[in-house]
């Protein structure tokens, strides 16, 4: 197979499987592992895939810019907040970050619901802002005019306050390996949000299964739960099935 015809296949089958690795590609282009590792590498210098250890994903095509995404997928985020609200009990302290899929979840959350949020986010604060029963307490730090919510050093240290039972994580990007998102203070505080609770729950539109960005957050199993619009059979969620994430 010509080099061009090699590099054609690569980026059906990855357009096919959202992920691929080069065992996968080799038997598929009937070439070396060696010779699909420097097509991948090529794809990538490129900006047509991401090369990760052991073959590629496809790029990110989430907007960065939070009026953008604000707007996306409206109807698969209230699946996935609808799913996400029986998680929800009494008497909790639960993180939500910046993501569209968390807005979704404060929307819907019961008026008796006595519970004591703590988040990041502009969006998420003023939709709360008026709930009858339940304390919002709000991280402070700089303002992400892309994001409208807040970062920094005076954020991760207000973060270290806490234990909450549950953090709702907006995924921004996600393979059965590992968690990225687009900015590398966002990345940051999901670390630290993680490590201060005693759940992960991953919330992920479809869209962004299987894809990867710029900087790592920290590995796939460091969720407890990941939970799409998806039917939790799903083939597009099986490999998270195997790595001990709950799928719902």
């Excluded at 690795?21 to 097509?39: F, G, K, M, N």
């Excluded at 993501?99 to 519970?115: C, N, V």
């Amino acid at each position: 197979m010509l080099k061009q015809e090699r590099l054609s296949t690569i980026l059906n089958e990855l357009h096919k499987r959202g992920v691929v690795s080069y065992a996968e590609l080799s038997a598929v282009i009937t070439a070396s592992e060696d010779t699909v590792r420097r097509d991948i590498k090529e794809l990538d210098s490129q900006g047509l895939l991401k090369a990760v250890r052991g073959g590629a994903t496809t790029l990110s095509k989430i907007p960065h810019h939070y009026r953008q995404r604000e707007i996306r997928d409206i109807e698969e985020k209230k699946i996935i907040a609808r799913k996400a609200l029986s998680l929800i009990k009494h008497n909790q302290l639960l993180f939500f970050d910046g993501g569209t899929s968390a807005l979704e979840l404060a929307k819907i959350l019961p008026q008796d619901l006595r519970a004591t949020i703590i988040t990041n986010s502009f969006p998420v604060a003023n939709v709360l802002e008026d709930h009858p029963t339940c304390e919002l307490l709000f991280l402070g730090g700089r303002l992400s005019k892309t994001a409208f919510a807040t970062y920094g050093n005076e954020t991760l240290l207000n973060i270290q306050k806490f234990r909450a039972d549950y953090y709702f994580f907006g995924v921004s990007s996600i393979t059965p390996e590992e968690l990225y998102c687009k900015d590398l203070e966002d990345a940051e505080m999901k670390r630290e949000i993680i490590a201060n609770s005693t759940n992960t729950i991953g919330l992920c539109t479809s869209d962004k299964l299987n894809s990867t960005d710029n900087y790592y957050v920290a590995k796939t199993k460091s969720l407890h739960m990941l939970i799409t619009e998806c039917d939790p059979d799903s083939t597009m969620l099986e490999h998270y099935n195997t790595i001990g994430v709950e799928v719902r």
